[in-house]
């Protein structure tokens, strides 16, 4: 089976020259990936056409190559086979770790996800040792996830609205009735 082993979003450096996508194909028989795609979940997609993965080989994929810009955060990578069907996935909430790729730690056969942001291996095996940040995805494939999340900037945004539409109603209501302004500030 072919799987999504490791892919960088935020290198050191430049991210047009650093950043990368890794296969591993952990079968008996090399696989002809005519037809097959990876996807980011911004949309944008590369053709797998004219590359071929060894039996337990790697192949790393440069953004040099694919074109596609992978984020810093709140990301999702997709492979598809030559029928378009979504035959691995692998996703990360929050900021990607600066020089850490990625990468796989299992390779569960329950459909399960395990990777975590560690060292770059690029053509070769993960090192699950030097792993932190360990991730876990347990979901089917083909059922998307919306994971909805507000910034810290957004927020403070969105109280600083909020309590300015609340004084100007105050101040509204106040003006606009006499009462209300004689009940709270005694004038006549």
């Known amino acids: 089976m072919i799987f999504i082993n490791e892919w960088l979003p935020n290198p050191a450096g430049a991210d047009a020259k650093g950043e990368f996508v890794e296969l591993f194909n952990n079968g008996g028989a090399p696989v002809n990936l005519n037809g ?28 040099s190559e694919t074109k596609l810009t992978l984020k810093n955060s709140d990301d999702t990578l997709s492979l598809y086979n030559m029928n378009g069907v979504l035959v691995d996935q692998s996703s990360f909430s929050g900021g990607a770790a600066g020089g ?37 995805e347990n979901h089917p494939f083909n059922i998307p996830v919306n994971r909805t999340s507000i910034s810290g ?36």
């Open 36 to 63: 097959w795609k990876i996807a980011t979940a911004n949309g944008k997609q590369f053709s797998l056409s004219g590359h071929q993965l060894a039996a337990g080989g790697y192949l790393v994929l440069p953004r």
């Open 100 to 136: 850490q790729s990625f990468n796989r730690v299992n390779y569960g056969t329950d459909g399960s996800q395990h990777f975590a942001f560690g060292d770059p291996t690029p053509g070769a095996a993960n090192d699950p040792v030097l792993q932190i940040h360990i991730a876990s």
């Open 153 to 188: 900037v957004q927020f403070a945004s969105l109280l600083v609205g909020t309590a300015a539409l609340m004084a100007g109603l105050i101040m509204y209501a106040f003006k606009e009735n006499e009462n209300l302004s004689q009940l709270f500030f005694e004038r006549n």
